[in-house]
Structure formats: C-alpha cells, structure tokens
C-alpha cells in the first residue's frame, strides 16, 4: 500500500495547520504513523487520496452509526441547504428534534441544541453550578468531557494518548473545584460526598466510558453516583456524547436503568454534522436564559443542516431492531477479533457493549483507567499498521473505541477478522523480539 499523496499532503498541512491536524486524536504519531488524508467515504469505507480503501471503524469517533453518505441523510441535507443553511431565526426543525429527544431519551423533559459535545459539557456544568449554587464538580479519571477547561483534568482521549494529565493554559484557580476520582470506585465517591457533598454541584460521567478506550461501569456504580447525588442535592450528568443513540435508542442510561439530572448530547444527533445538545429535568433547564438568567448561546446553535442530518439519522436507529442488528454485528467482530488474538497467543481484553467496543493489549482486566493505562501501546501501533496496510481503519490510539455501523456487512467483518488475525501475529513476533 502506498501512501505518497497522504504524506505530501500531511507534510503541506503541518506548515499552515499545528501538526498538520484539526484536532490531535487525528494524528497517529502515537502509533508510529503519518495521518491518511480522506478523500471520500460510502457506507463503512474510507477511500484515502492514494486511492487505498479501508474499512472504516472510526466512523468520525462516533457520529456515522449508519456509515458514511447514507442516501437519506444526504437528502436531507441536500434538502435543507437549499432552503438556506442558517438563519439564526427559531425553524420547526428544532421543534422536531426536540420532540424526537424527548421521546428517545427516558430522563429528558426540555433539550437546548448546541454545536460541540465540549460546548454541551461546558453548558451543563454551568447550569449545575447555577441550579445549585455551588463550585466544585466531581468527573472521573480517564473520562473524557470535552476540551473545555474546568474538565481537562485527569482526561482520556488525546491526552491519555499524549500521557498528559491536563493542559497548561488553564489557571489552577479554574480547576481548583474539580476533583477527579477513578472509575467504578463507588467508594471514593461516597467517602468524598460525605466530606463535602454539600458544596458538589455536579458529578458529571460517562455511563460507558469510551475515551480511554471503553469500559464498562460495574454493577451498581452508576446507581451509586445516582443515590448520592440524590442525598446531597447535587446534579448528575451523563456525558452520553459518545453512548448516546449508539447502546440504544435511550443510550446508557436505557440500557442501565439509571436516570440523570442532565445529559449531555454530541455526535450521532447531528447525523456527522457539527452538534451537541444538553437537556434533562424541566426544574433545571427552565434555569436557562432567556427564562432563567444562567447564559449559554450558539450562532449555529439548531443549524438547520445538522437538524436535518440529525433527525433522518434517528429516524432510522427509530424502527424496530436496529440495536439488536448493531449487537450481532459488533457481537460477532469481536468475537472473531479475540479468536485471533488467541490464536496468535496475544494477550487482548475484549470490552464490548453494544456497537461500542476496544481491545486493550494486556492480560488483566480493564475497569478503571489505571488498568487501561498499563496496556502496550507498542503492541496496539504494530497492530494499528497492520490494520492499516490489509485496508482496516482503526482509532490511531489505543485509548480510544471502534464503532460498528449498520453499513458493516457480515463479508466485512469477515475481512477485518481475517487482516487482524495476521495483525495479531505480527504483534506476537514484535512482542518476542522485545
Ligand atoms: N475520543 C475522541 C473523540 O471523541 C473525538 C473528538 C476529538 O477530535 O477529539
């Protein structure tokens, strides 16, 4: 496989774009990689500007549930465009999504659009600390809320694939309120809540955490968070940016039974659009501006194009069995990528739910993000590589998930099980010679 036109194009980005990236996950330094340049994508494939095609498990981190360039998706915003692309004038569109929120996601009662999942995290912290009257949030170490400042503290995501903790740029006064603990570690929770739960405002987490690669929540921890914040007045946010319309109609918080104060929305509600969105009890929402005095405001807030983007992709995760089909598919890859793994005598812990999944190189069990730091980043770059080169994209990091879409066929996840049995061997030999 060449990559000659990507590597003349990623050496013009970096004079004119800080390495040469709009954002870092998209760099694979971290697996030893110069990043491939899309030039189109159909369906679960990426075809990259040397021509090279892949089948795609990033699906834009998370938004592409149904693959790239759906018909109806595109229709829709072909539609829309030609109407106007943006009014800063209130559309029915809104009105649709809102109603279309409401009815997919069990804890929501009103919903504000935004334009990022940061900008959705960022809103609903304020809100929290508004509701409530207090300062200090609570987040857990590993999870990963966005680029806004107050949680860029102990995150996933780029920074866990960087190896930093925080960002400087960011005063420790505005940090000083947020306390980030690890988790499942329901314990620490309740022993701080007893200590100061009084002045939480906030313990904002992702249901499934998905940006330190994914771990689940262990029984009970989320119930744990929801009693707490229950016994001390303070608000709990699901972060469910990446869960969200991805487990199930209703996310984690469907699939737990577990219902947040606030969630917060990105990703698949702007059907691979620009988008996020906050929302949750009538009580707290109707604290925002213009009928309440906490402030947040968008000139894209409710774009028309990402609406329309957004509703025809949930219109189609709204007919029956769709989740069901989501889990055979992704059900069926990973047991086929941990066969392989086997076979080849890598040890790989396989952590699924749903169309969500990663695979962490180590043998232990990944519940936290102290036990997803100890896998071996150089036996996921070889395996990166390899994916690579037999046609598979994979997250350029290992702190990072794979999305299966419904445009993953049974004859490509045959393929990427094939590729990566190799991979695995290649990992295996890499790991002998140390
Ligand atoms: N976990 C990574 C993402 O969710 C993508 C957002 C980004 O570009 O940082």
Redesign the pocket.
């Known amino acids: 496989m060449e990559w000659e036109k990507s590597k003349r194009l990623y050496e013009e980005a970096c004079k004119w774009i800080p390495g040469g990236v709009n954002?870092?996950?998209?760099s694979a330094r971290a697996v030893g990689m110069n990043p491939i340049f899309v030039k189109e994508a159909r369906g679960c494939r990426l075809v990259d500007e040397d021509g090279n095609t892949y089948i795609d498990y990033v699906g834009s981190?998370?938004p592409l549930i149904v693959g790239h360039s759906h018909p109806d998706i595109v229709e829709a915003v072909r539609r829309a465009a030609e109407k106007g692309t943006s009014y800063g004038i209130p559309t029915q569109l809104e009105i649709s999504m809102a109603q279309k929120v409401v009815e997919m996601v069990p804890s929501i009662d009103m919903v504000r659009m935004v334009s990022s999942?940061t900008e959705a995290t960022m809103s609903a912290i304020r809100l929290a600390r508004g509701y409530t009257g207090r300062k200090k949030i609570i987040k857990f170490n590993g999870c990963?809320h966005?680029?806004g400042d107050c949680l860029l503290v102990q995150s996933?995501?780029?920074l866990a694939t960087l190896g930093i903790p925080g960002s400087p740029g960011i005063p420790e006064e505005i940090v000083m309120h947020t306390l980030s603990l690890p988790y499942n570690d329901l314990g620490q929770v309740e022993e701080v809540m007893e200590r100061m739960g009084k002045e939480v405002a906030a313990i904002i987490v992702e249901p499934v955490a998905?940006?330190m690669g994914v771990v689940l929540p262990r029984p009970g921890f989320l119930q744990g968070l929801r009693k707490l914040c229950d016994a001390f007045g303070t608000v709990l946010i699901f972060d469910e940016?990446?869960s969200g319309f991805r487990l199930a109609a209703g996310g984690a918080q469907e699939v737990f039974g577990v219902l947040p104060d606030l969630t917060c929305l990105g990703?698949i509600i702007g059907g691979g659009l620009p988008v996020g969105a906050y929302g949750g009890k009538r009580e707290i929402m109707m604290k925002m501006a213009p009928v309440g005095d906490i402030y947040q405001a968008g000139t894209l807030s409710g774009n028309p194009l990402a609406m329309s983007a957004g509703l025809a992709t949930l219109n189609i995760l709204s007919s029956a069995g769709i989740y069901e089909v989501l889990e055979e598919k992704a059900n069926y890859l990973v047991h086929g990528l941990a066969e392989g793994a086997k076979a080849a005598g890598v040890s790989v812990r396989m952590n699924r739910i749903g169309s969500l999944g990663c695979g962490f190189f180590t043998a232990e069990e990944v519940c936290d993000f102290e036990s997803a730091l100890k896998a071996d980043t150089q036996a996921y770059a070889v395996f990166f590589q390899e994916m690579l080169k037999g046609g598979i994209y994979m997250?350029p990091s290992q702190f990072?998930?794979f999305f299966v879409s419904l445009a993953h066929e049974k004859s490509d996840l045959d393929r990427t099980v094939e590729v990566a049995a190799q991979a695995f061997e290649r990992v295996r030999e890499h790991s002998a010679r140390g």
């Open positions: 954002s870092p996950v998209r981190w998370g999942g990963y966005g680029h996933g995501s780029g998905a940006n940016v990446i990703k997250a990072e998930a």
